[in-house]
T-cell receptor
């Protein structure tokens, strides 16, 4: 069974400050990991994904995430927050390979950016 | 390119009324299809997924059902809505090894 835990349901950052969103996962097989962003009343948009290649993954909008197997973590970072980064962010895990039919999502972290 | 269409965007229905939400995907064949529900402050909950026509897996016991009458069509239904069915419903598709691609969602309010 797989699961995802996102630490902190709400994060407040100042514009220009570092954004750090934490995600820990559990999976019985090598995982695929994803970060999605959701703006109000919209579907989820993929930010980045880890599929067993480079452990540091760069995504859209200046975000990146690092896969750390020893810590079972996949934290999302952005060096400098913009007002447009205010949204809800979801970490997700699936099994690798053909068995990976399901994605399991964390509870989400809502980011507020202060001017 | 692949696109996913989900409708309606918003829906207000009385308790006890039926429900039908539709989702179609274009530009891909034999996708896996998913229905998720997002209740206020509760993240995304997988309701159903399908790996082929007529194949439906239910993840949680509930008042809802799903059907896949065609390869790229996925329907979420209920015979009698409950207040607890209110939420934001998201359809998604993927092929093996790819990320999920989401529709824009349906905001359902049961009154």
């Amino acid at each position: 069974a797989q699961s995802v835990t996102q630490l902190g349901s709400h994060v407040s950052v100042s514009e220009g400050a570092l954004v750090l969103l934490r995600c820990n996962y559990s999976s019985s097989v090598p995982p695929y990991l994803f970060w999605y962003v959701q703006y109000p009343n919209q579907g989820l948009q993929l930010l980045l994904k880890y599929t067993s290649a480079a452990t540091l993954v760069k995504g859209i909008n200046g975000f990146e995430a690092e896969f750390k197997k020893s810590e079972t973590s996949f934290h999302l970072t952005k060096p400098s927050a913009h007002m447009s980064d205010a949204a809800e962010y979801f970490c997700a895990v699936s099994e690798s390979g053909a068995a990976g039919n399901k994605l399991t999502f964390g509870g989400g972290t809502r980011v507020l950016v202060k001017p | 390119s692949q696109t996913i269409h989900q409708w309606p965007a918003t829906l207000v229905q009385p308790v006890g009324s039926p429900l039908s939400l539709e989702c179609t995907v274009e530009g891909t064949s034999n996708p896996n299809l998913y229905w998720y529900r997002q209740a206020a402050g509760r993240g995304l909950q997988l309701l159903f997924y399908s790996v082929g026509i007529g194949q439906i897996s239910s993840e949680v016991p509930q008042n809802l059902s799903a059907s896949r009458p065609q390869d790229r069509q996925f329907i979420l239904s209920s015979k009698k809505l409950l207040l607890s069915d209110s939420g934001f419903y998201l359809c998604a598709w993927r092929v093996v090894g790819s990320p999920l691609h989401f529709g824009n969602g349906t905001r359902l309010t049961v009154t």
